[in-house]
């Protein structure tokens, strides 16, 4: 199993309570699931953990909260982007502020256009 879906449940929650995420999709990326905000992610859960992002902004802010570190599984780190263990998506207090920032992130971007569907040949 790619991620914990008890992980994500616990993630989907926290958006719900956090306020209305609009034009909501959940999609599998990264070998985990993504949730996203008009084709923009926001966060998502992968194997042993979870991921925000929160943009270069708050990045800052968001390492400076307990066990958040950049996000490293890519082999590069990507600014904007931070990760957590397992441990870390235990603590309500830290998810609560990982999925405001990340949240906050969101709303200043632009909706990403559908994606047309591809021809029959």
């Known amino acids: 199993m790619p991620y914990d879906e008890g992980h994500a449940t616990v ?17 599998r990326m990264f070998g985990g699931l993504c949730f996203l905000s008009f084709g923009n992610m926001v966060c998502g859960v992968h194997k042993g953990g ?43 207090d830290t998810r609560q502020k990982l999925t405001e920032l990340a949240m906050a992130f969101a709303a200043t971007l632009p909706p990403k256009p559908a994606k047309k569907p591809k021809a029959k040949s």
Do not use: I, N, W
């Open 11 to 27: 993630m989907r929650d926290d958006l719900m309570a956090a306020g209305e995420l609009p034009g909501h999709e959940e999609k």
């Open 50 to 92: 979870g991921m925000y992002r929160v943009g270069p902004d708050r990045y800052e802010t968001a390492l400076a909260l307990p066990g958040v570190k950049e996000l490293g599984f890519t082999g590069r780190p990507m600014k904007g982007m931070v990760e957590v263990d397992e441990d870390v998506l235990a603590d309500d």
